[in-house]
């Protein structure tokens, strides 16, 4: 959502604010509530006695940790917002096209694409990014490998519209275990719901009208059958997210089982994010190629914690095995909101720190987000997210004494830095946020990359301010000097 808002997609509906991601256990909807379970509990609750109402709690976090809330958007309400936007912004997009081939060489990539009828083109282009799903095609040409769990289970399931609001008490997601059906019940919030079958059984309409109706535990209610489909539930990482000039992203780069946090899609699209303005850095020339390698570097480790927290969490504890230790729970905003990113192009990043903490336990650390706070912009309150523009690199600090580095720094620097003098392009609500949220002091300073990550802070300005900053900015942004563009 973060992200989204960044890029000026506004019209994405948060959840509700007593959404929760409770699931229950029961026979049926409307026979025998056994117990429930929140996504990160290792244990489930026994349900009272008398099956009590959801009680009303905010959805996200309970402190404040971004303006954003989450949202329980379907995938494919989702997609085409993001298509159209895309398009908007010149995008060409070719549907009914398979790729069968890629080549590479020192200049480039060469795509080999097949449509309906066969006709074959080639399409060449600097950078491919291999963000084609779990079944990678890239990948397996690539003959990259995947560690992990693997496979667990091949699952038939079946979407379907039906009014059975009326008998989830707010719940969105339901374990349905009877002798003869073993299924998963989850909500699209509109209306549509998934059965997913603990089994790969082909079932007919009729059979799967009788399964919903076993599920909900009546059958006086209308069902509009959508589709059905089967899917693997799978876990498993490449070995790398890079191969030269191809970069696999999403499931094509970690498969990760649906899970309550939304490891699948949101790690997937903090992959391109993380991905797109370094390409964009390199493409236009002023950042070096080798800025790319930092993809790899920052994000496979994201997933790799992703695949042994969810094995660590209630719903996935039953599969896990010697593969997969179970290592210690991380807390869920710490998951969300606070992996640290290690990386050639994180200076002063400090290997020894837990690979994910809450946002208000960090503090401005090389590698983490930007964190979260309110300042006064043109009069207006806004979230800091707000003031870091997509695609430029920003030194924010509270002294004006930096005003004059980044001009040198921009005198001979290949990539533009921003300045934002905390005091006189905004004003913060609380005198100390600053100095506390970055860990400096009044003089001092952050380097925030454009995907909102802090590549560099310091404490206290130093007496050669310009020659530090062009040195760390050289670094980070790998940019080649302004001469060279
Ligand atoms: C049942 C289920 C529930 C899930 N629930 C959640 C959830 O609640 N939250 C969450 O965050 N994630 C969830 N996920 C995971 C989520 O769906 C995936 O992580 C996400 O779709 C991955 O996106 P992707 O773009 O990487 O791959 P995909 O969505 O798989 O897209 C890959 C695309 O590439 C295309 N393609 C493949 N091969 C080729 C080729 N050779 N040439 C051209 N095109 C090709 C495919 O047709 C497809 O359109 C769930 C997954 C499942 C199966």
């Given amino acids: 959502m973060e992200i989204y808002r960044a890029l000026g997609i506004e019209n994405i509906e948060p959840a509700p604010e ?23 509990d290792t244990e489930r609750k026994p349900k009272a006695e008398k099956p009590v109402e959801k009680p009303p709690r905010p959805s996200g976090p309970k402190k404040e940790y971004s303006v954003e809330r989450a949202s329980a958007i379907p995938q494919d309400k989702l997609e085409p917002m993001l298509e159209a936007l ?17 080549d590479q060489d020192q200049d480039g990539v060469i795509a080999t694409v097949t449509d309906d009828e066969g006709h074959e083109q080639k399409i060449r282009g600097s950078y491919l990014i291999a963000a084609d799903g779990n079944r990678s095609t890239v990948r397996q040409l690539l003959q990259i490998p995947r560690n992990g769990r693997g496979h667990m289970q091949t699952l038939s399931s079946v979407l379907f519209r039906a009014p059975i609001e009326q ?31 603990k089994d790969a ?16 535990g009546r059958s006086d209610f209308p069902i509009e059958i959508i589709t059905t489909g089967r899917w693997e539930l799978t876990a498993l990482v490449a070995d790398t997210f890079q191969a030269g000039r191809i970069f696999l992203a999403g499931d094509a780069a970690h498969t990760l089982p649906p899970n309550r946090g939304g490891y699948g899609a949101n790690t ?16 236009s020339g002023k950042s070096s190629p080798e800025l790319l390698d930092t993809y790899n570097a920052e994000r496979r480790p994201v997933a790799l914690l992703r695949h042994d927290q969810i094995f660590v969490r209630a719903d996935y ?32 990043a400090d290997e020894r720190l837990p690979r994910a903490n809450k946002p208000d336990e960090w503090n401005g650390q090389p590698g983490t987000h930007m964190p979260h706070f309110w300042v006064l912009k043109d009069g207006k309150k806004a979230p800091t997210l707000d003031l870091i523009n997509q695609g430029a690199w920003t030194l924010i600090s509270e002294s004006d004494e930096w005003s004059e580095a980044v001009s040198t720094v921009n005198e001979s620097s290949s990539v533009p830095l921003e300045f934002i003098h905390i005091g006189e392009i905004v004003q913060l609500v609380h005198e100390d946020d600053f100095e506390k949220s970055f860990a400096v002091s009044q003089s001092g300073a952050a380097l925030i990359r454009p995907d909102g990550y802090i590549a560099w802070r310091v404490d206290t300005i130093p007496s050669d301010a310009a020659e530090t900053l062009k040195g760390v900015m050289s670094k980070a942004s790998f940019s080649i000097g302004r001469s060279q563009v």
């Avoid at 010149?90 to 081939?101: C, E, M, N, S, V």
């Avoid at 003869?180 to 919030?189: G, H």
């Avoid at 059984?201 to 076993?214: M, P, S, T, V």
């Fill in 268 to 283: 997937g699209i903090h992959d391109v994010h993380n991905l797109a303005w370094k390409l964009a850095a390199v493409l």
């Fill in 201 to 216: 059984i082909d079932r007919d309409e009729q059979a799967l009208r009788a399964a919903i109706y076993q599920a909900v």
């Fill in 167 to 197: 008998w989830t008490k707010g719940f969105v997601q339901f374990d349905i275990s009877q002798p003869d059906l073993k299924a998963f019940l989850a909500s699209y919030s509109d209306g549509r719901w998934a059965l997913m079958f």
């Fill in 18 to 40: 007593d959404f929760k991601l409770e699931r229950a256990h029961v026979e049926s909807l409307t026979g025998k509530w056994l117990d429930e379970s929140s996504w990160s």
């Fill in 317 to 348: 504890k039953i599969h896990l095995d010697t593969a997969t230790p179970a290592g210690q729970k991380i807390d869920d905003d710490a998951m969300e909101f606070g992996q640290i990113y290690h990386s050639q192009g994180i200076i002063g």
């Fill in 86 to 102: 895309a398009l908007e912004r010149g995008a060409d997009i070719r549907r009914q096209q398979k790729l069968i081939l890629v």
